[in-house]
């Protein structure tokens, strides 16, 4: 079974300039989520889609932060303008039913300078 | 809201020795599910072990368990016989039943000396 894919594995850009990151869940998976995790912190949710409704995004700073599953399948998530610090790993999970393993992928990591 | 705390920012063990990493959790909630999770350097989250809050049993997977105890909120994982490959940071989580959010502690940093 083909795990939770995200790209681009590694990304730098300069301050105010803007950045997407890809997610495709595991296949069948309804539930995707968004994790913005900070160097020497636990992850922190920005976004949870339930198919390709959005069920919680309140920790998305939606002046620059945005995020949209147009299929219910794959999703994608934006930054702009980005600032310094919100450079981080981008973590993508996925879930099958409620209450089931969360999975999670690779990550993305995001150096703005 | 739910939180989760990791009291223990890094702990050391000697290789093949037993460790238990600290986690406790608030909630009012009676139905939720536990997580640890351990992230290597490059940062994928790796599911070690799951909890059910209506089991008592305390959930075990190989070299690792849990001591789970509802009453006093709390979660910590022992690791029997650790391996270099054990180090990592570890991150203990709590997820609703009811919404379904992950929250996660702020780590525990393991290292294994050999």
């Known amino acids: 079974e083909a795990g939770v894919a995200q790209s681009p594995r590694y990304k730098i850009i300069e301050k105010r300039q803007s950045v997407a990151f890809w997610c495709n869940p595991i296949?069948?998976?309804?539930?995707l989520y968004w994790y913005q995790q900070i160097l020497g912190q636990g992850p922190k949710l920005l976004i949870q889609?339930?198919?390709?409704?959005?069920?919680?995004d309140s920790q998305l700073p939606k002046d620059r932060f945005s995020a949209e599953r147009l299929k219910g399948v794959d999703s994608t998530l934006k930054i702009q303008p980005a600032k310094l610090e919100d450079s981080a790993v981008y973590l993508c999970?996925?879930?099958?039913?409620?209450?089931?393993?969360?999975?999670f992928g690779e990550g993305s990591w995001l150096t703005v300078v | 809201a739910q939180t989760v705390t990791q009291s223990q920012p890094e702990m050391s063990v000697q290789e093949a020795e037993t460790v238990t990493l600290s986690c406790t959790y608030d909630t009012s909630e009676s139905d939720y599910y536990l997580f640890w999770y351990k992230q290597p350097p490059s940062r994928q989250m790796i599911l070690v072990i799951r909890?059910?809050?209506?089991?008592?049993q305390n959930a075990t997977e190989n070299r690792f368990s849990v001591n789970f105890q509802k009453a006093a909120k709390s979660f910590s994982l022992k690791i029997s016989d650790s391996q270099l490959g054990d180090a990592a940071m570890y991150f203990c989580?709590?997820?609703?039943?009811?919404?379904?959010?992950?929250?996660f502690g702020k780590g525990t940093r393991l290292h294994i000396l050999p």
């Open positions: 999970a996925s879930s099958y039913l409620q209450g089931n393993t969360i999975y």
């Open positions: 889609f339930q198919n390709n409704g959005v069920v919680d």
């Open positions: 989580a709590y997820r609703s039943a009811g919404d379904d959010k992950i929250i």
């Open positions: 909890q059910e809050a209506y089991k008592q």
């Open positions: 296949s069948g998976h309804a539930t």
